[in-house]
């Protein structure tokens, strides 16, 4: 043992001494970090680094730009950090071309560290916070996020020079079995949305007798409103393929497969190139780290099928089938990919792996509560000031993470719910929001962990219409294969789209639940087991909205197209002004007499573009609910 | 959507290119669709015909796969591709304002091609850039932040680049 123990050793040392001349390098010189993930390309990254690079370019500057992933800020993309060699590392936000010069120009040629453009330091600074300075930085603790923003995704170098494949070099020298207990000691459970324990997946799959076995890195992450595999995948992809291997060498699995969703072709092009370097470094292909273990993985992209995150569905669609969920029991583990054993981990549950191996068990336990150890990612979306990802603590409370680590409900507005868990959570109100965060408490409380996926709503979103988002979601998706969840789902549909029309009937909430109970208990996936969630979290919590759609034809949060109208307060408009005329896609707007301006209602598409467009000192447009208001308001000012 | 003769023998063209040498294995089903959509921009009857063929499987059973998975197109797309995002937070955000704006302009429906094959309009469940909603994707570019008054804004830009080409004038 101990003469494997040394091979392998000795082997990932060769790998980390060649690596880490490039990694010192970069120490020695000022060095510009520039987040391209996604989100920072969709912000305007690709520009700002072009600029940086001429701009050095033009100064004679000898200073790498180097192309990293997200640090998890997105709401502040472009991020930019600057790392000179015996400074803190500054990190700058909302870097535009503009700004990208001046801190060339300035901090880079010169010593002024642009405070004003300053997001934070990475170590202590006179002028400018760190991160743990801010309220969040309180909260936060990245495990997985770590290097993420930090290192080139697309250079295995860098992840070896940060001390990766360690945690893959420690798995080969355990005995599968003793592997696996670690696992298990670490209480690791499945952060796809189910929570299974990790261990004991992999415990069913190395005891089949059977022995070609397979492990799959499910990166079909297609809940609307979760984005953390792919921030992790586009940031720090050998991460996630070091945990593969580790599942394979536990489970004795030859052949491993990344199932990606189609949507995300960064991620897709980052992890070939992972690969392809991991092969020629020798730590995928056979003989891993010079040991006796081979493994090799391929690639599949999904085809955009949403119920293809479900475990059966994932499989038959890299059979080549449509992906229709298959009935479990026989689990995969036991008959899997080709009816083969097979071990399905989700891109978070894996880049865990690494770190539990490296650290040990006793550690991964530090943090989180004993049933939920660890800590959860969570995207924060929607009306929330820091969009963006978080890493806090299992358990943390839905507070913290969204009033400090989130800061809270942009443009001042009130909370109104938290939809966690996308298509098969729900909407959690102000009343639970200091529930602590784990998979027993969520359940309770009326939602699901799921993927991670936090959408937070404000005052001006109407719950009834979201129900209505999501069921409209899984009706599409639904594959077709059971009645209840096929038909149910339109059923429910159905009703909700006459709800926010305003043709709601009294006895429509009544039948509902008994739909929602139908299609839960006559579902096999749990697509159509959770598609109901929705609808029930918010009758459950905002049953008032229901009522007043349907007893009072009006949408209290003035969202419904339906049961709206928009109207320009004659006081209000000011009559030099008409911005609003110019904005309006369909003319309905027009001045009268006293150059007033007047809606045209039959004509208003209720598009928005007025009420965005005019002045916040006249502030003259407002949406009136029900929409026979406006009538009445018009015999007002007459 | 009736294809021309052209557009159909460019797609038997297409699909034995990319056949030639695959192995005949039903996991490779999906892939080969991929890349054949991948070429073409589509994945019509005649290629649907020859994947079959070669593959030695009924021709139903590759149009059950193509026409399960969002993802493959059965018509030509258009020159431009719209793609507007109506995940959870583009749609809190106004994502089906924007679809409305843009089936008003072009004057068709989500997943339709204009008749001058100019533009196409499709929805996009999520594209992970929850952040930076409502989000349009033009071609594979991430439009943030999207309003409906960019729609005129973006026509008209591609007008100009056309030298001047009528851009499907209003509805």
């Avoid at chain 1, 945990?243 to 897709?268: H, N, S, T, W």
């Avoid at chain 1, 980052?270 to 993985?297: E, H, N, P, T, W």
């Avoid at chain 1, 429910?492 to 909430?509: C, N």
């Avoid at chain 1, 009420?611 to 407002?622: D, E, H, N, T």
Wanted: net charge negative; glycine share 10%.
């Amino acid at each position: 043992m101990s003469n494997l123990n040394d091979t392998v050793i000795n082997a990932l040392g060769r790998l980390k001494e060649a690596a880490l001349p490039e990694w010192q390098a970069l120490k020695e010189k000022t060095v510009i970090l520039v987040g391209a993930a996604t989100c920072g390309r969709a912000a305007g990254a690709l520009p700002v680094m072009q600029t940086i690079k001429d701009e050095l370019a033009r100064q004679s500057i000898d200073a790498p730009v180097v192309e990293v992933g997200c640090m998890g800020s997105c709401y502040a993309e472009p991020i930019v950090v600057v790392l000179k060699p015996g400074q803190p590392g500054l990190v700058y936000g909302y870097v535009t071309e503009g700004i990208a010069s001046r801190l060339v120009l300035d901090y880079v040629a010169g010593d002024d560290p642009c405070v004003e453009f300053a997001l934070a330091a990475l170590e202590t600074h006179e002028m400018i916070p760190t991160f743990a300075d801010y309220p969040r930085g309180q909260i936060e603790q990245k495990v997985v996020l770590e290097h993420c923003g930090f290192i080139d995704p697309e250079n295995i170098n860098h992840y070896l020079a940060a001390g990766g494949y360690a945690g893959l070099a420690h798995a080969l020298t355990l005995p599968p079995e003793e592997l696996i207990q670690e696992i298990k000691a670490s209480g690791l459970r499945g952060r796809g949305g189910a929570g299974f324990s990790t261990g004991m997946k992999w415990e069913t799959c190395r005891k089949q007798a059977e022995q070609t076995r397979y492990v799959i890195c499910n990166a079909d992450e297609g809940d609307p409103g979760a984005f953390m595999d792919r921030n992790i995948l586009e940031s720090n992809p050998h991460l996630v393929l070091e945990g593969l291997c580790i599942a394979a060498c536990a489970v004795g699995a030859q052949k491993g497969y990344f199932y990606v969703r189609a949507e995300y072709p960064l991620a897709v092009d980052r992890l070939k190139k992972a690969v392809a370097q991991a092969r020629d470094a020798g730590l995928l292909g056979s003989g891993i780290l010079d040991s006796s273990f081979s493994f090799d993985v391929e690639i599949f992209q999904g085809s955009g099928a949403f119920v293809c995150g479900e475990e059966t569905a994932l499989l038959a669609s890299l059979e080549g089938e449509p992906g229709l969920p298959r009935h479990r029991p026989p689990f995969p583990a036991v008959a899997g990919l080709w009816g083969k054993p097979t071990v399905i981990n989700n891109v978070k549950t894996l880049s865990y792996v690494p770190y539990i191996m490296k650290k040990g068990a006793r550690w991964f336990r530090e943090t989180g509560t004993p049933d939920n150890p660890g800590t959860a990612i969570f995207a924060l979306a929607g009306k929330v000031v820091s969009t963006g990802l978080a890493e806090v603590p299992m358990s943390t409370t839905l507070r913290d993470v969204i009033f400090e680590v989130g800061s809270g409900v942009a443009e001042g507005k009130n909370f109104k719910a938290v939809q966690i868990g996308g298509p098969s959570g729900g909407c959690l109100p102000e009343s639970v929001l200091d529930t602590a965060i784990n998979f027993d408490s969520l359940n309770k409380a009326g939602a699901i962990m799921g993927s991670g996926g936090m959408v937070i709503l404000d005052e001006d979103d109407c719950m009834v219409e979201i129900a209505r988002f999501f069921l409209d979601f899984t009706q599409k998706e639904s594959c077709g294969k059971c009645t209840f969840c096929r038909l149910g789902t339109k059923h429910m549909l159905d009703i909700l789209e006459r709800i926010t029309k305003g043709k709601g009937r009294p006895e429509d909430l009544e039948l509902l639940t008994e739909l929602a109970e139908d299609i839960k208990a006559g579902s096999l996936c749990n697509l159509g087991k959770t598609a109901p969630n929705p609808i029930l979290s918010t009758l459950r919590y905002f049953r008032d909205e229901y009522e007043a759609h349907i007893h009072e034809k009006r949408c209290p949060a003035l969202m419904c197209k339906d049961l709206i109208a928009f109207y320009i307060l004659p006081e209000k408009c000011e009559r030099s002004c008409d911005v609003c005329v110019g904005s309006c896609p369909v003319e309905a707007i027009y001045p009268n007499e006293d150059r007033i301006k007047v809606i045209k209602q039959d004509k208003c598409v209720k598009c928005n573009s007025c009420l965005v467009a005019c002045p916040p000192q006249y502030k003259a447009i407002v949406k009136l609910s029900p929409p026979e208001m406006v009538a009445e308001k018009e015999k007002v000012a007459k | 959507m009736e294809l021309t003769e052209e557009e159909k023998s460019k797609a038997i063209a297409v699909s034995r290119k990319i056949l030639a040498g695959c192995e005949r294995t039903k996991g490779n089903l999906i892939p080969i669709l991929q890349r054949i959509q991948g070429e073409l921009g589509y994945v019509p009857l005649p290629a649907m015909r020859e994947v079959a063929g070669y593959m030695g499987l009924p021709p139903v059973d590759v149009y059950s796969v193509v026409t399960f998975y969002n993802q493959f197109r059965l018509n030509p797309p258009g020159k431009r591709q719209v793609k507007v995002c109506l995940g959870t937070a583009c749609h809190m955000k106004g994502g089906q304002i924007i679809m409305e704006s843009w089936e008003r302009r072009l004057n068709i429906r989500a997943g339709e091609t204009t008749a001058d094959r100019e533009y196409s309009l499709e929805r996009v469940a999520c594209v992970g850039c929850c952040t930076l909603a409502p989000v349009v994707l033009m071609d594979e570019e991430v439009h943030p932040r999207f309003t409906p008054t960019k729609v005129d804004g973006m026509l008209f830009a591609h007008g100009l680049t056309k030298n001047g080409e009528k851009e499907g004038e209003g509805a």
